[in-house]
């Protein structure tokens, strides 16, 4: 198996544009996990499904942050517009819970 | 609430020391424990887990962990550290049954291994 999949694995984008960030899990996980991690605040969850459902969104930082799940094999969160304080790495896991996570290799974002 | 406490930023021990990073957790019920490594520029990667059962579980690159239900912690160690074992380790707990399936996961320690 390929491992969960992120792309892009880098990206930087002014301060407004739209960013698009996928993400391909562990074919037969029926979960999936987007967390963003920084040196100053850690490891954060963002958002969970479950089944492709969003389960837990509560960590979403505001309405500017969206994610989708519209397949098994596919997710995306999208930040619209985006500011240089989103500037972060993003990981996407993915679980056949409620067991451990698989995580990808992230996607670095820089805002400018 | 279930949380997790990393006591330590950082641990420090020279290459084939034993080594040691602490965990310990707060969960209602029975807990599932698991540790992660975090190379640089490199996602989290699974290690072991604890389940049910014995209480020293082993995992991937000679780790090893002891479930310790009374003292609420799950301690990470290795018996003789590589400088390649220098990384960041996550620690994180879910209850065993009910509630929510979403793990907490502690700051990280980071592991420094000296040559």
């Known amino acids: 198996d390929a491992g969960v999949i992120q792309s892009p694995r880098h990206e930087v984008t002014e301060m407004g544009q739209e960013v698009t960030l996928r993400c391909k899990p562990i074919s037969g996980h029926n979960s999936l996990f987007w967390y963003r991690q920084t ?3 850690g490891l954060e969850l963002l958002i969970y499904f479950n089944n492709n459902v969003p389960i837990d969104d509560s960590g ?4 500017r942050f ?5 397949n098994a094999s596919f997710s995306t969160l ?3 517009p985006s500011e240089p304080r989103d500037s972060a790495v993003y990981f996407c896991a993915s679980s056949s819970l409620p067991y451990e996570q698989y995580f990808g290799p992230g996607t670095r ?3 400018t | 609430a279930q949380s997790v406490a990393q006591p330590e930023d950082q641990v420090n021990v020279a ?3 034993p080594l040691t990073v602490k965990c310990t957790y707060s969960v209602s019920g029975n807990p599932y424990l698991f540790w992660y490594v975090q190379y640089p520029n490199r996602g989290l990667q699974f290690l072991l887990k604890y389940i049910t059962g ?12 002891e479930f310790n239900k009374s003292q609420t912690s799950f301690h990470l160690k290795k018996p003789s550290a590589l400088v390649s074992d220098s990384a ?3 620690c994180a707990v879910r209850g065993a049954s009910g509630g929510s399936y979403i793990p907490t996961f502690g700051r990280g320690t980071s592991l420094i291994v000296h040559p």
């Open chain 1, 66 to 70: 969206s994610a989708k799940m519209p």
């Open chain 2, 88 to 90: 960041l380790y996550f």
């Open chain 1, 109 to 111: 974002l820089t805002v």
């Open chain 1, 60 to 63: 979403m930082p505001e309405d």
């Open chain 2, 15 to 17: 290459e084939g020391n």
């Open chain 1, 78 to 80: 999208k930040i619209q």
């Open chain 2, 54 to 65: 014995d209480n020293l579980v082993k995992g991937s690159y000679g780790f090893e962990a």
């Open chain 1, 39 to 41: 040196m100053m605040r």
